[in-house]
């Protein structure tokens, strides 16, 4: 079945700088990879995705970008800010089963 | 517009007792519905599936089980509870348009 690893475990930046957060999935028919935000003792929210035939996608200080060769995505936040802070999940719809395999999170710090 | 409710919001249980925790959606139809559970400090586990009244894919062979009785309507159970059981219970929902999840607000179980 579907598995999705997610590095690094734990990331502190500066306020300003950028964090990068990576994930590699194993079923390389999965074709949609979303990432969602964890607020402490909060429900996960969606805060961008990507399906297998697009390279990247950005809206605003977030980008996601997929290779599909490598079977690895990735998270890249800009100019991050203390409300950043939060755990970061990435996930992979394992084809054909209706199911959503989510890496194991990271938890991001941003130092004010 | 879409909207999922999960409770109880938090339960203390002890060891060996019963426990049921209930979701539903509102505002669709035949949603795909899980149920994931977090450990403190960890990701995100499939427990169960449901593409439709009475169809149940269960992820992790466990002392739970999952039923749901109505389209809206998902509930976890377990006859016998143990420590392990203890975490962060989360309802979703999938859109059929997009392959957004939607959380609900989650039940926190301790079991002492």
């Known amino acids: 079945g579907e598995n999705v690893e997610q590095h690094p475990s734990t990331l502190s930046v500066q306020e300003g700088d950028s964090a990068v957060i990576k994930c590699t999935y194993s079923d390389s028919a999965s074709n949609y990879f979303p990432w969602y935000k964890q607020e402490l003792g909060k429900r996960p929210q969606l805060i961008i995705d990507?399906?297998?035939?697009?390279g990247e996608k950005k809206d605003q200080r977030i980008a996601v970008t997929l290779n599909k060769t490598a079977k690895h995505f990735s998270l890249h936040i800009t100019e991050t800010q203390p409300e950043d802070s939060a755990v970061y999940f990435c996930?992979?719809?394992?084809?054909?089963?209706?199911?959503?395999?989510f890496g194991t999170g990271t938890r991001l710090k941003v130092l004010a | 517009s879409q909207t999922i409710h999960q409770w109880p919001a938090t339960l203390v249980q002890p060891v060996g007792s019963p426990l049921s925790l209930e979701c539903t959606v509102e505002g669709t139809s035949n949603p795909n519905l899980y149920w994931y559970r977090q450990a403190a400090g960890r990701g995100l586990q499939l427990l169960f599936y449901s593409v439709g009244i009475g169809q149940i894919s269960s992820e992790v062979p466990q002392n739970l089980s999952a039923s749901r009785p109505q389209d809206r309507q998902f509930i976890l159970s377990s006859k016998k509870l143990l420590l392990s059981d203890s975490g962060f219970y989360l309802c979703?929902?999938?859109?059929?348009?997009?392959?957004?999840?939607?959380f609900g607000e989650g039940s926190r179980l301790t079991v002492l």
């Open positions: 990507i399906r297998s035939n697009v």
């Open positions: 979703a929902w999938k859109g059929s348009h997009t392959g957004e999840l939607f």
């Open positions: 996930a992979a719809e394992a084809s054909g089963t209706y199911k959503y395999i």
